[in-house]
């Protein structure tokens, strides 16, 4: 167990639908991250928090968009959906603010959406 | 971010010892090397992180070479459940950070 929490563990929804999944961090981790796994893909960095302020921006499409909450806890909102969105979302956390290459990040145990 | 280049797969049977190589020839002085595994449909896990000489820990080992252009991941006497893909990260912890993910090696480990 990582200690991060990631929910629901699996969302099916239709097309041009909002979902919103959410993550709990890891006791004590300032940052969050977010990452999108679609079939037979790697982990793709879409955006990073940090204590509640965005920290890091990646490929994150403008129908996504992610808040981090004063009890640290993070939301990811996707819109408008389309097939193409279906993926694994993980969500991970580490202590420091400027990113996990030298230090540790932990990651939960993704949520599964289907766009169908 | 160091850009960093691992086989794409690998296989091997029970019982030997793995040995996974990542090149990232244009390393930074301060950059890191770390190892993520990932088991299908999970988030992925820390494994192994470096900077110079040898790392060891209770899973595996982390050779890193003094011109640090690449490093080895070692998993000694594999089993079927390590069969998973297995991330190099090379990099610092930055203001800009951005912390990605390569493509990974797919390792099958087989009876």
């Known amino acids: 167990d990582s200690g991060v929490t990631q929910t629901p563990k699996h969302l099916i929804t239709a097309t041009g639908q909002r979902v919103t999944l959410r993550c709990s961090p890891r006791?004590?981790?300032?940052?969050v991250y977010w990452y999108q796994q679609s079939l037979d893909q790697g982990l793709q960095f879409l955006i990073q928090?940090?204590?509640?302020?965005?920290?890091a921006k990646g490929n994150i499409l403008e129908r996504f968009s992610a808040q981090q909450f004063p009890d640290l806890h993070s939301e990811l909102n996707l819109s408008s959906l389309e097939l193409g969105d279906s993926a694994l979302y993980f969500c991970a956390s580490s202590v420091a603010g400027t990113g996990f290459m030298n230090t540790e990040a932990f990651f939960g145990q993704g949520t599964r959406l289907t766009v169908v | 971010l160091a850009k960093t280049t691992q086989p794409i797969s690998m296989d091997s049977y029970e019982g030997q010892e793995v040995n996974i190589t990542c090149s990232h020839n244009?390393?930074?002085?301060?950059?890191?090397i770390t190892w993520y595994q990932q088991f299908p449909s999970q988030g992925p896990r820390f494994i192994i992180q470096?900077?110079?000489t040898k790392v060891t820990n209770e899973v595996a080992s982390l050779f890193i070479p003094a011109d640090r252009k690449s490093s080895t991941l070692s998993l000694p006497r594999v089993s079927l459940s390590d069969t998973a893909v297995y991330y190099c990260?090379?990099?610092?912890?930055?203001?800009?950070?951005?912390?990605?993910f390569g493509d990974g090696t797919t390792l099958t480990v087989k009876p």
């Open positions: 244009n390393i930074a002085t301060n950059d890191y």
């Open positions: 470096g900077y110079k």
């Open positions: 928090y940090y204590n509640g302020e965005e920290r």
């Open positions: 990260l090379v990099g610092y912890n930055t203001n800009a950070g951005k912390s990605t």
């Open positions: 006791s004590g981790d300032l940052s």
